[in-house]
């Protein structure tokens, strides 16, 4: 007589495949949400442990009344003046004003970028003189045959908010991590753009492939919606390469921003092993990665280009280990800090200063337990502000005693 019983079980084994392999990304996006907070916290511990401080600072939190999502970038522009823009990791720029009562939506994607815990909004940059925005942002893969994308668009806005139907796609990176993301604009316009090498290792060479985009600077000129490769860019007469590129050789320049005279640019890159580092870039040089991690060499690959090493490092330990580029400081609240570059660890929440004027100048530790800081800025008053993920408020620095 026929059984029923071996086709129920055949059945509830499929349907537990199914179900097994539809939860899969969810599954490893947890586990590995699990696994960061958890190496986190035992990072930060270590980064607690050692070190004292040459001057005794703390962080005070600013805008009280207001708790972000998830906040990756803070900036203050000339061009709306007494007004903050707090760049969420889930889509939304919000603003506020100098009280910090309240905040409002300035730019909403959320229905563009992913919820997942690695990807979604990474920055935002406005134009100094025309009404365009800037953003930047990943997307998650959708299913095991898709790819994470790299995305940056321009926005038009005007008084009445921005003009969602006036926008264009500049670039899309097909990547699998290390998106980089950095946006700036220097004083005469022109925009530069961090890209990392989109995977672990760089095992394809692409930071040093003039004919990828990939863990670059590259300089455009902004006009209206669309952008323009400089004729003084210093590939823009070279065949067979990408003529938007700045400077090659590096792995995650995650923050970066320009000195007072709106043309050095300091760009803090995110290490792999062993080292985070802070480069001075100039056009058409070459920082290394993946030939060099830091001054050290990471693959024994034959090269005959000039590599430019790093004007400051620090190696994986109690100081850190995922820098957070900053700001030179030029206010008059803290003379001590006076052109000094202030930065810190994503990790370990330290925060230092470096005088990049001096050739091997030592970072002075100024506090410890700043959070997970994704972003500095300086307000038109001179005060340093660091977004936290950590706690998702705004804090700034001050004196403790």
């Known amino acids: 007589m026929y059984s029923k019983v071996p086709a129920i079980k055949y059945f509830i084994a499929c349907f537990i495949l199914v179900l097994i392999i539809w939860k899969r990304n969810a599954i490893v996006k947890y586990y590995e949400v699990y696994r960061y907070k958890a190496s986190w916290k035992f990072y930060k511990a270590l980064g607690e442990k050692t070190g004292s401080s040459d001057f005794h600072y703390s962080g005070k939190q600013v805008f009280e009344n207001l708790t972000f999502d998830q906040p990756m ?183 970066m921003s320009f000195l007072e005279n709106g043309k050095t640019l300091v760009v803090a890159d995110v290490g792999h092993d062993d080292t985070e580092e802070i480069d001075i870039v100039q056009a058409g040089k070459n920082y290394g990665w993946s030939i060099k991690e830091g001054s050290r060499t990471f693959k024994n690959t034959k090269n005959n280009t000039i590599l430019t090493d790093p004007v400051y490092h620090y190696e994986h330990g109690v100081d850190g280990f995922s820098i957070t580029g900053g700001l030179v400081y030029n206010g008059e609240k803290f003379p001590e800090l006076k052109n000094k570059y202030i930065f810190g660890d994503f990790i370990t929440g330290r925060i230092w200063s470096l005088d990049l004027s001096e050739r091997k100048s030592h970072a002075k530790l100024l506090m410890k337990n700043a959070g997970g800081i994704t972003s500095f800025c300086q307000t038109s008053a001179g005060e340093i502000l660091w977004t936290d993920l950590s706690t998702n408020k705004i804090y700034k620095l001050v004196k403790s005693r």
Not at 131 to 141: A, D, E, G, P
């Open 73 to 255: 970038m803070i900036r203050q522009i000339p061009f709306f003046p007494g007004t903050f823009f707090v760049a969420e990791k889930s889509g939304k720029i919000m603003k506020t004003d100098q009280a910090g009562g309240h905040a409002e939506v300035f730019f909403d994607g959320t229905k563009k970028m992913s919820d997942d815990y690695y990807h979604g909004m990474y920055n935002f940059a406005i134009h100094p003189e025309d009404s365009v925005l800037v953003v930047c942002y990943t997307i998650f893969r959708k299913s095991r045959k898709g790819k994470n994308t790299g995305v940056i668009e321009l926005y038009s806005f005007g008084k009445n908010g921005v003009d969602y139907a006036r926008s264009k796609s500049l670039y899309r990176f097909p990547l699998v991590d290390h998106f980089g993301g950095g946006l700036e604009f220097d004083q005469d316009g022109f925009l530069f753009i961090a890209t990392g090498d989109f995977e672990g290792g760089d095992p394809h060479n692409q930071a040093q492939n003039l004919k990828s985009l990939s863990g670059k600077i590259l300089r455009l000129k902004i006009n209206g919606l669309s952008g323009e490769i400089p004729l003084d860019n210093p590939f823009s007469d070279t065949k067979f390469v990408k003529k938007e590129i700045w400077a090659s050789g590096l792995r995650n320049p995650f923050r």
